[in-house]
T-cell receptor, first 112, second 112 residues
């Protein structure tokens, strides 16, 4: 199956700093999804991207669908303590539109 | 109740026990999923149901037995598990064929 390489694996930042993480694939994706998982909870969808080059914001979060369709970026501006959690990228596999491939996640820690 | 609800949230069982995980969705979706989340690994798809019919079994051992009596309910029956089966089991739902999944909070399983 397809694989997603997500980086960095973990980040330790100070409150107020901006954050950037990315996801790359060896295969073309038609959709990129970004989820956040709070401790002890399930993943929650943050942003969905459907078109190459698309740039979408959700509050302090901004995500972009790479032009090559093989990568995506998520930026968080002015981080706050509640941004702590694991951020996952995901995309549908080519052979099954409903079967998602997930990245390994980026663990974000925000120090007050 | 709204969204996707999973019970129990925590379960400890011996290798000879039989237990079940339950998932219920109140979103009007017609596809349901079981995922396994282990530490430092991407989410692993286990089973997919569309309109109550199993459409995917991702080579899951037979000690995991899913059941989908209707589009709103999904069970995962567990028997003769191994310690390496300890993980967070996530249920999700979506419209059939859609890429965007809504996850439950998960059931944390510990096998002794």
């Amino acid at each position: 199956g397809q694989q997603l390489n997500q980086s960095p694996q973990s980040m330790f930042i100070q409150e107020g700093e901006d954050v950037s993480m990315n996801c790359t694939s060896s295969s073309i994706f038609n959709t990129w999804l970004w989820y956040k998982q709070d401790p002890g909870e399930g993943p929650v969808l943050l942003i969905a991207l459907y078109k190459a080059g698309e740039l979408t914001s959700n509050g302090r979060l901004t995500a972009q669908f790479g032009i090559t369709r093989k990568d995506s970026f998520l930026n968080i501006s002015a981080s706050i303590p509640s941004d702590v959690g694991i951020y996952f990228c995901a995309g549908p596999e080519e052979t099954s539109g409903s079967r998602l491939t997930f990245g390994e996640g980026t663990q974000l820690t925000v120090n007050p | 109740e709204t969204g996707v609800t999973q019970t129990p949230r925590h379960l400890v069982m011996g290798m000879t026990n039989k237990k079940s995980l339950k998932c219920e969705q109140h979103l009007g979706h017609n596809a349901m999923y079981w995922y396994k989340q282990s530490a430092k690994k991407p989410l692993e798809l286990m089973f997919v149901y569309n309109f109550k019919e199993q459409t995917e079994n991702n080579s899951v051992p037979s000690r995991f037995s899913p059941e989908c009596p209707n589009s709103s309910h999904l069970f995962l029956h567990l028997h003769t598990l191994q310690p390496e089966d300890s993980a967070l089991y996530l249920c999700a739902s979506s419209q059939a064929g859609a890429n965007v999944l809504t996850f439950g909070a998960g059931s944390r399983l510990t096998v002794l």
